[in-house]
């Protein structure tokens, strides 16, 4: 029986649970060089707010003693943390699996010079957002200037191997819909993608990852100016496909906050809708020693953005 949690009842989404943990993805702060209009933690410039060496310290703690095997690093700019490089190295001197979720421009910023190294030298996966291979799409969503720095920081990263056939480094691109409409088949996208950039810019990738935008913060607040927010909802609920319930990513993942607050997933971490843990906020300090499997996910209507169409997820489309 799940435990009292208002915000359960605010939605008919299906009820969900826990499987087996195998992934970890922690916010490392929400600063970024870059504030985009998609953005579902209003990550930008001016934010200050960044996980500090107690907190890395807690991750690794929670990686060894539960024997993860991803760690997925996102912000804000991951790599904007001065915590980042160190927390890579360690969790990989672990033999745990990273991901960066790279905005590409980072690497094209003062004082981040060598980190394209530094990531291909640790073996991180890199999950880089480029929302379009059309420069006028890139920047109306990700801001003017944007486009050749995410250019440049691509060929960086496929100099160094990254996305080239035979590589064990591999470079993953995201896609996301400029607009209030789900995102288009996963697999023809990912073939025109690739056809373009190797064609245009001599660019190469591994994997297409398309997701749908989720009506939270940013995103959200542009659908309300705009009028568009129970149409862009009811789209999301006409849209729901019972099959990906088996593989959304909450069932295997748990998200952490730049403070050590955990999360069922990155969304409800932007909504305040903490773990079903004793009914209050908890930190990953206090979850070493619990079982995950079978325990209750707090769900509300944006998790039909994860199972709409051909489903949604930080791995791209579920049924792909």
């Known amino acids: 029986m799940l435990p009292t949690y208002p915000l359960l009842k605010e939605s008919n989404f299906p009820i969900l649970q826990r499987g087996q943990l195998t992934t970890l993805q922690v916010n490392l702060g929400y600063r970024c060089n870059q504030q985009c209009l998609h953005c579902h933690v209003n990550a930008g410039p001016k934010r200050t707010e960044e996980m500090d060496a107690k907190g890395i310290h ?12 991803v760690l997925d690093l996102t912000g804000g700019a991951p790599e904007l943390n001065p915590h980042f490089r160190s927390l890579v190295e360690q969790a990989r001197a672990l033999g ?32 880089a957002s480029l929302p379009c291979y059309m420069k006028e799409n890139v920047e109306q969503q990700r801001g003017k200037g944007v486009f050749e720095p995410s250019l440049a920081g691509l060929r960086q990263l496929n100099k160094l191997g990254y996305g080239q056939q035979g590589s064990e480094l591999k470079l993953n691109l995201v896609y996301n819909p400029q607009d209030a409409s789900l995102p288009p088949a996963q697999q023809q996208l990912e ?15 591994n994997n297409l990852f398309t997701l749908a935008n989720m009506p939270i913060q940013r995103f959200g607040s542009m659908l309300i100016s705009k009028g568009q927010f129970d149409e862009y909802m009811n789209l999301l609920k006409s849209a729901y496909q019972a099959e990906n319930i088996a593989s959304v990513m909450c069932r295997s993942m748990l998200s952490v906050d730049w403070q050590g607050f955990v999360y069922d997933c990155d969304f409800n971490q932007m909504l305040d809708m903490p773990l079903i843990h004793k009914n209050n906020k908890t930190h990953l300090s206090d979850l070493m020693e619990v079982e995950f499997v079978g325990q209750p996910i707090a769900i509300a209507d944006h998790c039909y953005g994860c199972t709409a169409g051909q489903g949604s997820s930080c791995g791209g489309a579920l049924g792909e």
């Open 58 to 69: 807690t991750v690794l703690t929670f990686l060894k003693e539960k024997s993860i095997q």
């Open 96 to 127: 745990v699996k990273v991901i960066d979720r790279c905005n590409l421009t980072i690497l094209e910023e003062q004082g981040q010079e060598g980190l394209a190294t530094f990531l291909a030298t640790n073996k991180v996966e890199v999950v």
């Open 191 to 205: 073939i025109d993608y690739k056809h373009h950039l190797a064609t245009e810019y001599e660019i190469h990738f």
